[in-house]
C-alpha cells in the first residue's frame, strides 16, 4: 500500500496551487532523473581513469625500427633546424624585421608540436605496452591543436606581412610597427588556445567504455570519435564549424593578400625588383601549400578503417615532416639566413684551430 499523505502536506500543497497527485508526480521524475544523472557522471568519473592502447604502426612489425630511425632523424633535424632558426634570427640584427619577428614564431610552433607528438610516436615504435593515459591523451589533443590553430593564422599574418611589404614598401615598417606585430602574434595564441578549449572541452563530454583502442600512433581527433561510446554529433559539429571558419578565413586572408601582391608585382616596370619581390614570397607560399594541401587532403578522407593508414601517413606529413621543412625552406632560400650561418660556421672554425 502506497503511504497517503498527511492532512498538513495537502494543506501545504494547497497553499501552493500543487494538488497532491503533482507532488507524487514530481517526486517521481526526480527520483528518474537522479540516477540517470549518477550514470552520466558515474560514466565520466569511469572515462577519467581509463588507459587508451595506441595502435601506431602495429600492423607492420617488420617496419617498426626502420621506421623509428628515420622519425627520429626527421625529428632531429626539425628540433636542430628550428631551434637554430630562432638562435640566427636573434644574433643577427638585419634580421630583426617583422617578418623574420613572425617566423621565429613559426618556427617555435613547430618545434613544440613536434615535440607533443613525436616522442610518443617513437616511443610506441620501441616498446610493447603502447599506452597512453586519459588525462595525458587529452592534455596531448589540446596542445596539439592549439599549435595547429595557432600555426593557420600565423600563416595568415605572415601573408598579410608579405602584402605590406611588397605593396607599401616605403610604409612597412610604420604599417607593421612592433606593438602590432606583438598584438597579431598575441591574437594568433589566444585564438588557437580559445578554438582548441571549445573542441576539447566537447570531448570530455564523451564516455569511452568497452575497447580503448586507439588506432592511430597519438590522440588525433578522429581516431578518438572512434574509440568512444556515447553520442558524438554534438563535438563533430563544434570541431567541424571551428575547423572550417579557421581554413577557410585563413585561405582567403591568404589568397587576398597574394592577388594583390601578383597584381602589384606584375605592374613593376624593373626585372630586379620582379624578381626580388617573388623570392620575398616564393619561402611563405611554399610553406603555405604544403601545410594547407595537408590539411585538406586530411579533410577529403572518409572516415573507414581502410583510410586509417593514409590519415596516419598525412598526420606524420604535418607532424613530423612539416616541422623539418619549414626552417630549410625559409633558409635556403633567404640569402640573410645563409649568411649568418656561413659566419657562425666560420667564426666556430677559427676560434676553434687544429
Not at 602574434?185 to 570531448?203: D, E, K, P, Q
Request: charge should be positive.
Amino acid at each position: 500500500m502506497g503511504s497517503v499523505p498527511g492532512p498538513g502536506r495537502v494543506h501545504a500543497a494547497g497553499q501552493q496551487g500543487l494538488s497532491p497527485l503533482s507532488l507524487h508526480s514530481r517526486a517521481a521524475a526526480a527520483e528518474f532523473c537522479l540516477p540517470q544523472r549518477a550514470i552520466v557522471k558515474d560514466e565520466r568519473n569511469q572515462s577519467a581513469g581509463i588507459t587508451f592502447v595506441l595502435s601506431g604502426f602495429s600492423e607492420y612489425p617488420q617496419l617498426q625500427m626502420p621506421l623509428f630511425l628515420v622519425f627520429f632523424a626527421v625529428y632531429t633535424v626539425s628540433v636542430v633546424g628550428n631551434l637554430g632558426m630562432i638562435v640566427i634570427i636573434r644574433i643577427n640584427p638585419k634580421l630583426h624585421t617583422p617578418m623574420y619577428f613572425f617566423l621565429s614564431h613559426l618556427s617555435f610552433l613547430d618545434f613544440c608540436y613536434s615535440s607533443i607528438t613525436t616522442p610518443k610516436l617513437l616511443e610506441i615504435l620501441v616498446v610493447d605496452v603502447r599506452t597512453i593515459s586519459y588525462v595525458g591523451c587529452m592534455m596531448q589533443f589540446f596542445l596539439g591543436c592549439t599549435l595547429v590553430i595557432t600555426e593557420m593564422s600565423m600563416l595568415a599574418v605572415m601573408a598579410y606581412d608579405r602584402f605590406v611589404a611588397v605593396c607599401n614598401p616605403l610604409l612597412y615598417t610604420v604599417a607593421m610597427s612592433p606593438k602590432l606585430c606583438s598584438l597579431l602574434v598575441a591574437g594568433t595564441y589566444t585564438w588557437g588556445g580559445m578554438c582548441s578549449l571549445t573542441i576539447t572541452c566537447s570531448l570530455l563530454e564523451l564516455s569511452f567504455c568497452g575497447s580503448n583502442v586507439i588506432h592511430h600512433f597519438g590522440c588525433e581527433y578522429s581516431a578518438i570519435i572512434s574509440a568512444s561510446c556515447s553520442d558524438s554529433h554534438v563535438s563533430q559539429m563544434t570541431c567541424f564549424i571551428i575547423s572550417t571558419l579557421n581554413e577557410v578565413c585563413s585561405l582567403l586572408i591568404i589568397l587576398a593578400s597574394y592577388v594583390f601582391i601578383i597584381v602589384t608585382i606584375i605592374r613593376m616596370p624593373s626585372a630586379g625588383g620582379l624578381r626580388k619581390a617573388f623570392s620575398t614570397c616564393a619561402s611563405h607560399l611554399t610553406a603555405i601549400t604544403i601545410f594547407h594541401g595537408v590539411i585538406l587532403l586530411l579533410y577529403c578522407v572518409p572516415n573507414s578503417r581502410s583510410s586509417r593508414l593514409f590519415t596516419k601517413v598525412a598526420t606524420v606529413l604535418y607532424t613530423v615532416v612539416i616541422p623539418m621543412l619549414n626552417p630549410l625552406i625559409y633558409s635556403l632560400r633567404n640569402n640573410d639566413v645563409k649568411e649568418t650561418i656561413r659566419k657562425l660556421v666560420n667564426t666556430k672554425m677559427f676560434s676553434h684551430p687544429m
